[in-house]
């Protein structure tokens, strides 16, 4: 199956009251992305808390994610700060049928440019053939891709795509000016996807669209299509619920508005704790004003 740009959005992953998997509030939450015509799920990403899943959670939230996927391609979060764990992690999810996986610098450890560029090859080898989405996110992981890394993971064929989460406009349109076209590079911040796609940008991996995605999939769609005073409409009636999902660590306020629109529970794990009594208040009443909820 093949990935293209467009909408992704990152699975957020409910939770039952108890904190155990649930998942028919996922099969359903699932269901409501993609009749928002959704381009590409992602599991197992920082939304869908991936550092809080074990080992067998892991394998049963992507098998669900396939089955409930309808021929929507399904990408898997593969992200570890051991270059031996991403590969384990890699491997099970291609084994799966997953049609991509995710791949952040590893965090933690801050690597050089040059190990984050032996990561990403020794992934490609332990998993041949599996399409890699890099991902730039230095606010998590304490180092970013520099212009050079980036151009020499465009050298490797298993590098498929980067998502660009660094917020910093002039690097995204750096690395536009350097991606081929057989590449995807896609907007990693929901508020940014109408400059990013304006600047060369594919697409948008995004936490808002688990909520509104038909509207995210209207805006990012409408901007590709070079529809500015559509996109821009579009962005201008959003910005208040995307800024509003980040007012505490993601997916905080996600999972509140989810608990609002009956996908699941606020539930979250530890470290993370459930939203301010404030901003599920301020989300009911954005949700209410955009129409999403009754």
């Known amino acids: 199956m093949t990935l293209d740009g467009g909408l992704w959005v990152a699975l957020a992953t409910p939770f039952r009251s108890d904190g155990a998997l649930d998942l028919l509030a996922f099969a359903k939450l699932i269901a409501h992305v993609r009749a928002g015509f959704t381009d590409a799920l992602v599991v197992l990403g920082s939304t869908g808390e991936a550092t809080a899943i074990e080992a067998l959670e892991r394998d049963t939230l992507i098998k669900v994610a ?18 031996a764990e991403a590969c384990r992690f890699a491997v099970r999810a291609q084994a799966l049928g ?6 952040a610098t590893p965090p933690y450890v801050k690597p050089s440019q040059a190990g984050i560029l032996a990561h990403f090859a020794a992934i490609a080898k332990a998993a041949p053939g599996l399409p890699l989405i890099a991902y730039n996110i230095p606010s998590r992981c304490g180092v970013g891709m520099t212009l050079a890394t980036v151009q020499e993971l465009w050298r490797m064929p298993a590098v498929h795509g980067l998502k660009e989460s660094s ?10 000016a350097i991606t081929q076209r057989d590449k995807l590079l896609l907007a990693g911040d929901d508020v940014l996807a109408l400059p990013s796609i304006a600047l060369g940008a594919c697409g948008l991996v995004s936490v808002a669209g688990n909520i509104v995605p038909q509207a995210m999939r209207q805006l990012v769609h409408a901007a590709l299509e070079g529809e500015l005073h559509t996109a ?11 800024h509003e999902l ?12 989810l608990a609002l629109c009956d996908i699941g529970t606020d539930m979250v ?7 301010q009594l404030t901003t599920r208040d301020r989300i009911a009443a954005l949700l209410h004003k955009l129409g999403a909820l009754a």
């Open 98 to 103: 997953a049609h991509g996986a995710l791949i």
């Open 246 to 257: 980040f007012t505490e660590p993601n997916p905080v306020p996600l999972k509140a508005a």
């Open 167 to 176: 917020g910093d406009l002039a690097h995204i349109a750096a690395i536009a």
């Open 66 to 83: 396939l089955e409930n996927a309808s021929g929507t391609p399904v990408v898997v979060g593969c992200t570890a700060s051991a270059t």
């Open 232 to 242: 821009r409409a579009q962005h201008e009636q959003l910005v208040p619920l995307l």
């Open 269 to 275: 794990r530890l470290p993370l704790l459930t939203a």
